[in-house]
């Protein structure tokens, strides 16, 4: 079983809908990272969190330590969010564990 | 302020042989992380280098070596390659061994074995 688990692995969503991507973690963490991937492969950081919750324009992003989850939402979502996201744990040593993404595709 | 910098951009090399990449980390960042991202795959951790020195290491062979320069950059050297190091190679600079840092990634350096 791997460390950080995402939910769905592939998502394709109308034009506006409201989307909610998911992260299950079975280590220890000190922080958890949201990451954007675009075609080509630059790696853009959403949000860190240690705890609550976090937002950025139409990115929300939680957490619940206690449950090992979070998830990233995306409201009133565009053709623009199209991309990888992708869950990343970062344990005491200092390296990241990473998911394996979470491919969303956003119809006009 | 120029962010996260690798080089080349593209690359094929054939099984055996053995190849160099290159990251400069962002401004102000003194730590740099290296990872291997497989097709269809998240990334892997390779290694981290810190204050010149390899501080933490994945799963990954002793063909898979590296190095930090005073300036901060840092190079990943992969000897006698296999079709199976075919991949997308990503640096990762943060100011700070932690992982509770925010890090910053390189467009990344594809790598092709034939």
């Known amino acids: 079983k791997n460390e950080v688990e995402q939910s769905p692995q592939n998502l394709t969503a109308q034009e506006g809908e409201f989307i909610t991507i998911n992260c299950s973690y079975s280590?220890?963490?000190?922080?958890l990272h949201w990451l954007q991937q675009h075609p080509g492969g630059g790696i853009v950081s959403l949000f860190m969190?240690?705890?609550g919750k976090k937002k950025h324009g139409r990115l929300i992003a939680t957490i619940n330590i206690q449950e090992k989850h979070s998830s990233l939402h995306i409201t009133a979502s565009h053709p623009r969010d199209s991309a990888v996201y992708i869950c990343?744990?970062?344990?005491?040593?200092?390296?990241?564990?990473f998911g394996k993404g979470t491919k969303l595709s956003v119809k006009p | 302020d120029a962010g996260v910098t690798q080089s080349p951009t593209h690359l094929i090399k054939t099984r055996g042989q053995q190849v160099t990449l290159r990251c400069s980390p962002k401004?102000?960042?003194?730590?740099v992380s290296w990872y291997q991202q497989a097709l269809g795959q998240g990334p892997q951790f390779i290694f981290q280098?810190?204050?010149?020195?390899?501080?933490q290491r994945g799963n990954f062979p002793d063909r898979f070596s590296g190095h930090q320069f005073p300036n901060y950059s840092s190079e990943l050297n992969v000897n006698a390659l296999l079709l199976g190091d075919s991949a997308l190679y990503l640096c990762?600079?943060?100011?700070?061994?932690?992982?509770?840092?925010?890090?910053?990634f390189g467009p990344g350096t594809r790598l092709t074995v034939t």
């Open positions: 990762a600079s943060t100011r700070g061994t932690a992982s509770s840092y925010e890090q910053y």
């Open positions: 280590v220890g963490i000190s922080a």
């Open positions: 969190l240690s705890s």
């Open positions: 990343a744990v970062g344990g005491s040593q200092g390296n990241l564990i």
């Open positions: 401004s102000g960042h003194d730590t």
């Open positions: 280098y810190y204050e010149e020195e390899e501080r």
